[in-house]
């Protein structure tokens, strides 16, 4: 979506947004935005804090090796 039918089209635009679209927003054909739900804001930031710490990547490296056990806890 170019930025001036951005403009024209917004509500559209927050519409499809909150049905789990991804908009991305052109300027002269190039990519310099995107529109993107809170929600998926939220889990972006969340991720990205979880691999920013070096034992939960070691916790999820050893999960994907095959090294984790997990047990009941009753």
């Known amino acids: 979506v170019s930025v001036s039918e951005g403009r ?5 635009i927050i ?6 679209q991804v908009v991305t927003i052109t300027r002269r ?3 310099v935005a995107c529109v993107i ?5 939220e ?3 969340e991720t990205l804090e979880i691999l920013r ?16 056990d997990f047990r009941s806890i009753r």
């Open 8 to 12: 024209r089209r917004f509500p559209a």
């Open 15 to 20: 519409r499809a947004v909150e049905q789990g």
């Open 29 to 31: 054909s190039r990519p």
């Open 37 to 41: 739900s809170r929600g998926r804001m």
């Open 43 to 45: 889990a972006i930031l």
């Open 53 to 68: 710490n070096p034992d939960a990547r070691k916790a999820i490296e050893d999960h994907k090796a095959g090294k984790t």
